[in-house]
């Protein structure tokens, strides 16, 4: 299965890119522990850098806050959508699939990431430029939405009524199986991630 191996609390940061870790750092935190109890200086401790060294980033926790939320949006919204674009037809039904496929399967690759962008504090922390992207990508789900309904696809449904059940069926998968929330625990019964994705949302949008 296809996971990624957190930066766990005091292991050492050595080399690379310090913004990224101080990212990556700060939504395990907030994921495991909440808001309250990221601070730059505990960031710092736990990558085993300088207490000053993420102020060269970012200057106030309210900096890295706005700043994570940009940087898991956009990690989110390019892989839903280059999930769409590698695959190679026009057919409305398989495109809306390769949306879901491409969030729920971007969601459980990013656990972390995923259960710190759903935080509801954290979302308090986008800037115009997030709430433009996040506009934006609602209506690429909502066109997307309405050419498969078109072809056929629960045609008799409010458009806005349908784009939100389409939404929020993987997005509420990605949130029972990363959180482990009312015992679901799929990923333990089904050993291929990708098939697990593709068989949850084929029940969305069949193909």
């Not at 980033?57 to 769409?84: G, P």
């Not at 506009?135 to 690429?140: E, T």
């Not at 939405?145 to 008799?156: F, I, L, N, T, Y």
């Not at 458009?159 to 949130?175: K, N, R, Y």
Request: charged share 25%; aromatic share 4%; hydrophobic share 40%.
């Amino acid at each position: 299965m296809n996971t990624q191996a957190p930066i766990k609390k005091n292991q050492q940061y050595h080399h690379g890119d310090l913004k990224a870790a101080i990212l990556k750092r700060s939504a395990e935190i907030i994921s495991d522990e909440g808001i309250e109890a990221l601070s730059l200086r505990g960031v710092a401790r736990d990558l085993g850098v300088s207490h000053g060294a993420p102020n060269r980033h970012f200057k106030s926790k309210s900096e890295l806050l706005s700043a994570l939320i940009a940087d898991i949006w956009n990690k989110m919204r390019d892989a839903t959508l280059q999930s769409v674009d590698s695959i190679e037809t026009e057919d409305p039904q398989r495109r809306l699939n390769a949306l879901g496929r491409g969030y729920l399967r971007w969601a459980l690759q990013n656990k972390s990431e995923f259960q710190a962008m759903s935080h509801p504090d954290l979302r308090l922390y986008a800037d115009d430029t997030v709430k433009t992207s996040q506009q934006a990508l609602h209506k690429v789900i909502e066109s997307a939405v309405k050419a498969a309904q078109m072809d056929g696809r629960h045609s008799d449904t409010n458009l806005s009524l349908l784009t939100l059940f389409t939404t929020s069926v993987p997005f509420g998968c990605a949130m029972l199986i990363s959180s482990a929330l009312m015992g679901f625990d799929v990923e333990a019964s089904i050993e291929d991630q990708e098939t697990l994705i593709a068989d949850l949302i084929n029940l969305v949008v069949p193909i």
